[in-house]
């Protein structure tokens, strides 16, 4: 699988990995899982993007293709959770394979429970079951099914014709002699182990299928399509981020003429969350996942970078001024390393005054303009950057409405064709009465 370019800041600005159970993630909105090492799987599946088109279609179609059936392996999670423990016979060694020592065991089973008889009589019955149910769901995959299954039933197939698994498919769902128990424990934990932990990985792997699919499903996300050639285009319809209860949906077209979409309006109006939206439906495209919307078309990019809440590096003696300086020297090596990249910025230069931000964010935007494999999406409380652009051809102009009702802003986070004029800082200040707060007594 071929690499996809991604730093620390995007993914702390995407918010994908939570650092705590209180803040929202990416991760934990597609979590539905039934079992640890499903969510494990599915974690994997989340932390590497790819720019291999071939790959990513096939997760996508993978995916969809679950998400129709409403495919669901059977399987119990306690069950699956006790076979952690059970195949590692770490403080517990197998069953003697013996009919005394199997009598001896199963008779102080009854007068004394012990937990190695206990975790053995189990164990043996889970696997039993566990067994059932991918030969009941391996019988179920025809040659109409994705090739991950096709593969997947042959190489689970391959594992249920060993000798021992025969034989435990063979009782069904009946209950396994105890001298029967000393037997396949003995198989299992002493020469089966490798082949319980493939099986299980099986089990986290469709699992983490299944959540994404199910996630599809009960959130109304969209299975993304992937331009062919190298294009460089962009197209969503009625894109939403999915932190929000009711977000306000919204349509980003960037065609082949055009490399940027320079974003305008005042304070609150939802340019940072547009931002956060596109660039997240970026990353999912490139991981296979379904996205927030109800359709997109992308080109295969090499990267993603997004500037969004960048920190001061205080520890490093770095001003604002500066960190924003070495995030816009870090986006312009990963342009001339990787190329096709996706760069997103949410107000250029914020941390300078305001004749070095303007100078600057000028100067950015016309060099950015001139490179037409990436993307590039600019937000600025800055209109008049948009007087000095030199190549507008290649700008799409945009803006987030607000209207003004007594002296009130109703932000409709609708973005619209143009840009804005809108000035709202004095008058947030005037609303707060902070002037009146600091008049002398």
């Known amino acids: 699988m071929m690499s996809f370019s991604i730093d620390k800041q995007t993914l702390e600005d995407l918010e994908l990995f939570s650092r705590s159970k209180n803040q929202p993630s990416v991760f934990r909105f597609f979590t ?9 799987a599915l974690l994997g599946m989340m932390q590497s993007p790819s720019n291999d088109a071939d790959f990513l279609r096939k997760r996508v179609e993978l995916i969809r293709f679950v998400h129709n059936r409403h ?3 059977p ?13 590692l016979p770490l403080h517990t060694p197998p069953l003697h ?14 007068v004394k429970p012990n937990n190695n008889y206990y975790l053995a009589f189990r164990g043996v019955h889970f696997v039993r079951n566990l067994v059932q149910i991918l030969h009941d769901f391996c019988h179920e995959i025809e040659p109409g099914f994705p090739g991950y299954f096709l593969n997947l039933k042959h190489d689970i197939e391959g594992l249920l014709h060993q000798k021992v698994f025969r034989q435990l498919a063979g009782y069904k769902r009946r209950l396994i002699s105890f001298r029967q128990i000393n037997h396949f424990d003995y198989l299992l934990r002493s020469k089966g182990k490798e082949e319980i932990r493939k099986l299980l ?7 983490a299928i299944e959540s994404v699919a199910r996630t599809a499903t009960n959130r109304h996300l969209a299975f993304p399509e992937f331009f062919a050639g190298d294009t460089t285009e962009l197209e969503i319809d009625q894109l939403f981020h999915p932190f929000l209860e009711k977000p306000v949906l919204n349509d ?11 974003i305008t309006g005042p304070n609150m109006a939802g340019k940072s969350t547009f931002l956060k939206a596109v660039g997240l439906c970026i990353y999912l495209a490139h991981i296979g996942f379904p996205v927030p919307a109800k359709s997109m078309k992308t080109s295969v990019f090499n990267g993603l970078s997004i500037t969004i809440n960048l920190r001061d590096e205080l520890s490093l003696g770095y001003s604002h001024f500066y960190s924003e300086v070495q995030r816009v020297k ?7 390393d990787q190329q096709r990249m996706v760069v997103i910025f949410d107000e250029l230069f914020r941390g300078t005054n305001v004749k070095d931000a303007f100078e600057g964010s000028v100067e950015i935007i016309n060099a950015l303009t001139a490179i037409p494999d990436s993307l590039f999406f600019i937000s600025t409380h800055l209109i008049e950057v948009a007087d000095k652009i030199t190549n507008p051809v290649s700008v799409l102009f945009r803006y987030l409405d607000i209207k003004m009702e007594e002296d009130q802003p109703l932000y409709s986070y609708q973005i619209k064709e143009g840009i804005s004029n809108e000035r709202l800082g004095l008058l947030i200040l005037k609303r707060e009465k902070i002037l009146e707060l600091l008049k002398p007594k």
């Open 252 to 262: 980003i077209r960037i065609g082949k003429e055009e490399n940027m979409c320079f």
């Open 330 to 336: 870090e986006a312009a090596t990963s342009i001339r």
């Open 32 to 40: 539905d899982v039934r079992t640890h090492g499903g969510k494990l």
């Open 75 to 87: 399987f119990i999670p306690g069950e699956v959770d006790h076979l952690e423990s059970y195949y």
């Open 201 to 207: 990985d099986y089990v986290y792997q469709i699992d």
């Open 97 to 110: 394979d013996n009919l005394i020592d199997a009598a001896v065991d199963w008779f102080w089973s009854l």
């Open 71 to 73: 495919l669901t392996l």
